[in-house]
């Protein structure tokens, strides 16, 4: 009984030193002071004062932009590629899935270097494009690691059943495969989007001049001094993060519970 308390006392204290300085971030983005350090009253006039300025509002029209185009690009790359490496067999098999996840275990300033030195190799001219293209890089595998799980859940011999009764590879794929590994495929979406709009290091080294997104500005807005209005900023991005996390998982339970009950079904 007493190693239980102190189970759960050890998990509160790791909790609290992990969440406590986000939680001051966010009260404090609602503080009617300037002051970091004393609570004077109630106030929106920071959210208001950063909806006021044309950096941030910029900033934000980028960061949304390509983290919808990164993920949608993304997502069908993915797409496609987890479904060729789930038919592949061997040592081929290994190596393409070690390839892939290279850019997941790879520091991000190590991918964010390589890119930029390849974009000045080739003469490409920073900006949106060369920052959507970053995204769209190292959103990819984390799309295909998402999908493959559902690949390998899905049974074979729907495909081919389909394809006996008439079924082109095409249709089959359209109607059999996709509607199958769908949970994959939104899942992988939004882990696309949120790995987009929460990143810092790979958009700094390929933004171009005008282009930015909001994790640079709260930056460089940090380097002028720490102002109240990063406070709402960065708490709204938190809010966005947390909902589309929540999403994510709620989209996987509800699919593996929609699967065990069909399955349930099917036995009775």
């Given at each position: ?140 595998p984390y799309v295909i690691l998402s999908i493959l799980p559902k690949l390998r859940q899905l049974d074979v011999h729907m495909t081919e059943a389909a394809m006996d009764l008439g079924a082109t ?60 209005t990063i406070n709402a900023l960065s708490t709204i991005m938190l809010v966005v993060v947390l909902l589309l996390m929540i999403l994510i998982n709620k989209r996987s339970n509800g699919a593996e ?12």
């Amino acid at each position: 009984m007493v190693k239980k308390y102190l189970t759960k006392i050890y998990m509160g204290l790791i909790f609290i030193f992990l969440y406590a300085p986000i939680i001051v971030l966010a009260v404090f983005s609602f503080n009617e002071s300037k002051s970091r350090g004393n609570w004077t009253g109630f106030s929106l006039k920071w959210y208001i004062e950063l909806f006021q300025d044309v950096d941030i509002r910029n900033a934000f029209y980028y960061t949304i932009t390509i983290a919808i185009v990164s993920a949608i690009i993304s997502t069908i790359l993915g797409t496609v590629a987890a479904i060729g490496i789930n038919s592949m067999k061997g040592k081929i098999k290994s190596i393409i899935l070690n390839i892939n996840y290279l850019p997941v275990v790879n520091p991000d300033i190590v991918t964010g270097i390589s890119l930029m030195i390849l974009y000045i190799s080739f003469s490409i001219r920073f900006g949106f494009n060369t920052m959507l293209i970053s995204h769209i890089v190292f959103s990819t595998p984390y799309v295909i690691l998402s999908i493959l799980p559902k690949l390998r859940q899905l049974d074979v011999h729907m495909t081919e059943a389909a394809m006996d009764l008439g079924a082109t590879p095409m249709y089959a794929l359209r109607k059999v495969i996709l509607p199958e590994i769908k949970p994959g495929i939104i899942t992988g979406f939004l882990m696309a989007f949120t790995l987009s709009i929460d990143d810092f290091i790979i958009s700094y080294f390929t933004k171009g001049e005008g282009v930015t997104n909001l994790s640079i500005v709260i930056y460089s807005m940090a380097r002028r001094g720490v102002r109240p209005t990063i406070n709402a900023l960065s708490t709204i991005m938190l809010v966005v993060v947390l909902l589309l996390m929540i999403l994510i998982n709620k989209r996987s339970n509800g699919a593996e519970s929609r699967k065990k009950l069909n399955k349930s079904e099917v036995f009775k």
